[in-house]
């Protein structure tokens, strides 16, 4: 067995475009700016995201539930 194959965590490539990269960095750098400056707003739309995918989740199984 060699070693690729053996591990099981995905390692993350170096090769790719710069492009994804920094519309990435900048996403995060955004998000930790909103965090650091106004965590009462962050901490508000988190929730508000949380239990927007819990709506979502909820959907769901009552879909799967009537179609089952």
Do not use: C, N, Y
């Not at 930790?32 to 995201?49: E, T």
């Amino acid at each position: 067995m060699s070693k690729k194959a053996s591990s099981m965590i995905p390692m993350p490539t170096s090769g790719g475009s710069v492009l994804p990269k920094l519309i990435g960095g900048a996403v995060l750098l955004a998000l930790l700016v909103v965090v650091v400056k106004h965590p009462a707003d962050a901490a508000h739309w988190a929730k508000a995201v949380i239990d927007a995918g819990g709506e979502v989740i909820d959907g769901l199984a009552s879909f799967l539930r009537q179609v089952g």
